[in-house]
């Protein structure tokens, strides 16, 4: 029996990927199709959809969804979810679907998956900007004043949010592909199903995770050390999708952390695991998206520690760590326990390197 935290939503891991027979039917079926082409972003929910990552979603969040995350972070029927996870489409190619229709979501020619529309929907600028004000604002210097001028021309985030496309499409989806992560990461990519499995086998009960996109150095290490103390194990868990132009790539973290996993931890205390999501740089609610997902891979601690998935100067220090305390459902209230957010964080101060002490 398993002593691991459950999925988050409360219908166990929700994978919407065809294996086998059904999965070729379905691409032969996608083949004829009306293709909608999808960005970077919605590629990686999409194949973290298939695998159950993003557990209970099965697809592409409607209007409802859309605006209950934004203003209360709950969906529509009550579940706890931090970040809108859209998909989006010019007006032409909406002008050609319609509610009910099949379609093809295409990324640099390769199928990843049919969708049956269940809604579409427009959303204006100033839709896309009370999102961004919503989701991405924060206590930072860089969010003072005038911050949408100052988005647009620094926050990543906020730039793809303000390039979706006209109009919206919600609806179920059955991911054929998981593209090039299972070979280029082989070991590294996991399934949530597979990093339980680890985790049973070493009789884990208390995991926590570190998130990074970045190599690992002193400080997160230190990290996973105060972890390993409080908990029975810590998977490192790094972003393996696309980040913004300079940072360092995926191919290069991993060596550096495998490197540490073999000759500077107890290895028998550490995972390596790689996910296939792309950054938002959302700050606290991105703080709030890494520990849902991560309750899926099996994970009921997220350590938080200083400026969390931030970029520039828009979020404060320890702004990510705070937006736990102020989220839905902390007391008894959720009338469904399993629709609340399950993975707590492991809050950890500033770290520094004494010279004194050595």
Same mark, same amino acid.
Request: aromatic share 10%; with cysteine; charged share 30%.
């Given at each position: 029996?398993?002593?691991?935290?459950?999925?988050?939503?409360?219908?166990g891991?929700?994978?919407c990927?065809l294996?086998?027979?059904?999965l070729?039917?379905?691409?032969?079926?996608?083949?004829?199709?009306k293709?909608?082409?999808?960005?970077?972003?919605?590629?990686?929910d999409?194949?973290?959809?298939?695998?159950?990552?993003?557990?209970?979603?099965?697809g592409?969040m409607t209007?409802a969804?859309?605006?209950g995350v934004?203003?209360?972070?709950?969906?529509s029927?009550?579940t706890?979810?931090p970040v809108p996870v859209m998909l989006s489409?010019?007006a032409?190619?909406?002008?050609?679907?319609?509610?009910g229709?099949?379609?093809?979501l295409?990324?640099a020619?390769?199928a990843?998956?049919?969708?049956?529309?269940?809604?579409k929907?427009e959303?204006s600028?100033d839709d896309?900007t009370?999102?961004?004000?919503l989701?991405?604002?924060?206590?930072?210097e860089d969010s003072e004043?005038d911050?949408m001028?100052?988005a647009?021309?620094?926050?990543p985030?906020?730039?793809?949010?303000?390039?979706?496309?006209?109009? $919206?499409l919600?609806?179920?989806?059955k991911?054929?592909s998981?593209?090039e992560? *299972?070979?280029?990461y082989k070991?590294?990519y996991?399934r *949530?199903?597979e990093?339980r499995?680890i985790f049973?086998e070493r009789?884990?009960?208390?995991?926590a995770?570190?998130?990074?996109?970045?190599p690992m150095?002193?400080s997160h290490e230190?990290?996973c050390k105060?972890a390993v103390?409080?908990?029975?194990g810590v998977?490192i868990?790094?972003?393996?999708?696309?980040?913004? *132009?300079g940072?360092?790539?995926a191919d290069?973290?991993v060596? $550096?952390?495998?490197?540490l996993?073999?000759y500077?931890?107890?290895e028998?205390?550490v995972?390596?695991?790689?996910?296939p999501?792309d950054?938002?740089?959302?700050?606290?609610?991105?703080?709030l998206?890494h520990a849902?997902f991560r309750?899926n891979y099996?994970?009921?601690k997220m350590?938080?520690?200083r400026?969390h998935?931030?970029?520039?100067?828009f979020y404060g220090?320890f702004?990510?760590?705070?937006?736990?305390?102020?989220i839905?459902?902390?007391?008894?209230? $959720?009338?469904?326990?399993?629709k609340?957010l399950? $993975?707590?964080p492991?809050?950890?101060?500033w770290?520094?390197?004494c010279?004194k002490c050595?």
């Amino acid at each position: 029996m398993s002593k691991l935290v459950p999925p988050h939503g409360g219908k166990g891991l929700v994978k919407c990927l065809l294996e086998g027979a059904e999965l070729d039917a379905e691409k032969k079926k996608a083949e004829g199709l009306k293709k909608i082409e999808i960005t970077n972003q919605e590629k990686g929910d999409l194949i973290m959809m298939g695998i159950g990552g993003f557990s209970p979603l099965n697809g592409f969040m409607t209007k409802a969804d859309w605006k209950g995350v934004c203003e209360n972070f709950l969906l529509s029927d009550g579940t706890f979810w931090p970040v809108p996870v859209m998909l989006s489409c010019s007006a032409g190619d909406a002008a050609e679907i319609n509610v009910g229709d099949e379609i093809t979501l295409e990324n640099a020619g390769e199928a990843y998956a049919t969708m049956k529309v269940e809604e579409k929907f427009e959303l204006s600028k100033d839709d896309l900007t009370w999102e961004s004000e919503l989701v991405y604002k924060g206590e930072g210097e860089d969010s003072e004043g005038d911050f949408m001028k100052t988005a647009l021309e620094d926050h990543p985030g906020v730039q793809l949010v303000m390039d979706r496309k006209e109009f $919206c499409l919600a609806g179920p989806v059955k991911v054929l592909s998981e593209g090039e992560y *299972p070979e280029k990461y082989k070991g590294v990519y996991l399934r *949530p199903e597979e990093t339980r499995a680890i985790f049973d086998e070493r009789g884990w009960a208390d995991v926590a995770a570190l998130q990074l996109r970045n190599p690992m150095h002193r400080s997160h290490e230190y990290l996973c050390k105060i972890a390993v103390e409080v908990c029975d194990g810590v998977i490192i868990h790094s972003l393996i999708g696309n980040l913004k *132009p300079g940072d360092i790539p995926a191919d290069t973290r991993v060596k $550096c952390i495998d490197t540490l996993v073999k000759y500077y931890f107890v290895e028998k205390n550490v995972v390596q695991g790689g996910y296939p999501l792309d950054m938002r740089y959302a700050g606290p609610r991105e703080g709030l998206l890494h520990a849902t997902f991560r309750q899926n891979y099996g994970v009921n601690k997220m350590i938080i520690g200083r400026d969390h998935a931030g970029v520039g100067d828009f979020y404060g220090m320890f702004e990510a760590q705070d937006i736990f305390d102020r989220i839905p459902y902390l007391d008894d209230s $959720c009338p469904d326990p399993g629709k609340k957010l399950l $993975c707590e964080p492991l809050k950890i101060d500033w770290t520094f390197y004494c010279y004194k002490c050595d």
